[in-house]
Every structure is written in C-alpha cells, then in structure tokens.
C-alpha cells in the first residue's frame, strides 16, 4: 500500500518504528558489554547481539529507503525553512541508518576480526587487514557518525513534537501507528 498525501503507508509506519527500536537495542547492548571484563564470554555474547542488530538495521533502512522511493510520501507540512530542513534532516538519517552498520562491518572486516551474527554464521572476510583503516573507521562509526545521528534524532524527535505541540498539524499523527490524521 503506498501513502496517502496525508499518512505514511503502513509499511514504512512499521520499518520506521522497527528501525528506532533496533538502533535503541543495538545501542544498549554495546552500552551493556561493557559491564562484563574482555574474558567473560557474556561480553562477546553482547557484542554479537550488537553486531546482529546493526546488521538487521541495514537490512531495514534498505528495506525502508526502497519503499519510500517507490511508494511515495506524504505532504510535508511546514513553511519557509521547515520542509527543507525536514527533508535534510531525514535524508542525513537515511545516510546515518545504512551508514553505521557499513562503517562497524568494514571495521571488523579490516581490523581481521570475525563477525557472527545470531550465532548462525559468521560473515566473510572480504578485505585484507588493514589496522589504520579500521582503526579510521571505527572513529567514524563509534564517534562521529553516532554523534550526528544523536543530533539528528534531537532535531527529528523535536521536529515532530514541534509540529504536534505547536503548530498543531499531523505531522506526528501520520507516523504513529495508532494515530487518526485529521
């Protein structure tokens, strides 16, 4: 089902949601092996849930960025510099969602580690190690590229209310799963 002028189909209703709370699970579990010393085999366990997450992520965001472009969007509400500064912001997260799970799997991959996910199989390797590369990667991935998607949700999260609270139009009534558009 494509979108209406005025909701979001649910396809992309569902993959946005799906998409937040991967990136809020694969966040906490690198955030929770942290608890455990680098010999606990707990610590591991959370990074491959970590590593199956991301991966699941952009799986998710391709999913997702396919759909949106063959099935449309609803109207963008807003004046002067709100939609563009909407579509920035979207397009810059689109960029960020499919864009760690890249930078984490390129830095395993140069760093030589193996990387399972689901504790089926382990994907394989595809590049020679390279430890200044994925040492540059892993700052991509671990520090600016999570940073900017921290902004970005400020600013997306922030948008919506903006728009529910003040504004008051449907720009979140159409995103949220059980929300009626006026």
Same mark, same amino acid.
């Given at each position: 089902?494509?979108?209406?002028?005025?909701?979001?189909?649910?396809?992309?209703?569902?993959?946005?949601?799906?998409?937040?709370?991967?990136?809020?699970?694969?966040?906490?579990?690198?955030?929770?092996?942290?608890?455990?010393?680098?010999?606990?085999?707990?610590?591991?366990?959370?990074?491959?849930?970590?590593?199956?997450?991301?991966?699941?992520?952009?799986?998710?965001? =391709?999913?997702? &960025?396919?759909? /949106?472009?063959?099935? *449309? %969007?609803? $109207?963008?509400?807003?004046?002067?510099?709100?939609? !563009?500064?909407?579509?920035?912001?979207?397009?810059?997260?689109?960029?960020?969602?499919?864009?760690?799970? =890249?930078?984490? &799997?390129?830095? /395993?991959?140069?760093? *030589? %580690?193996? $990387?399972?996910?689901?504790?089926?199989?382990?994907? !394989?390797?595809?590049?020679?190690?390279?430890?200044?590369?994925?040492?540059?990667?892993?700052?991509?991935?671990?520090?600016? &590229?999570?940073?900017?998607?921290?902004?970005?949700?400020?600013?997306?999260?922030?948008?919506?209310?903006?728009?529910?609270?003040?504004?008051?139009?449907?720009?979140?009534?159409?995103?949220?799963?059980?929300?009626?558009?006026?």
């Amino acid at each position: 089902m494509a979108s209406t002028p005025h909701s979001w189909s649910p396809v992309l209703k569902t993959l946005h949601w799906t998409i937040a709370f991967f990136i809020l699970f694969a966040w906490g579990s690198v955030e929770l092996h942290e608890f455990y010393e680098r010999d606990d085999p707990m610590r591991g366990w959370w990074m491959v849930l970590h590593f199956s997450l991301g991966f699941t992520v952009l799986f998710l965001g =391709l999913a997702r &960025l396919y759909w /949106r472009a063959t099935h *449309g %969007r609803p $109207t963008l509400y807003g004046s002067g510099l709100q939609k !563009p500064i909407s579509l920035l912001v979207q397009s810059l997260m689109y960029i960020i969602i499919i864009g760690m799970p =890249l930078t984490g &799997l390129m830095m /395993r991959q140069f760093a *030589g %580690r193996e $990387t399972k996910l689901f504790w089926l199989f382990d994907l !394989p390797s595809l590049v020679a190690k390279n430890e200044a590369l994925a040492k540059q990667l892993a700052f991509l991935h671990k520090e600016f &590229l999570w940073n900017a998607l921290l902004v970005l949700l400020v600013l997306h999260i922030g948008g919506a209310l903006w728009h529910h609270l003040f504004i008051k139009d449907n720009t979140l009534r159409q995103m949220l799963p059980f929300g009626k558009v006026k």
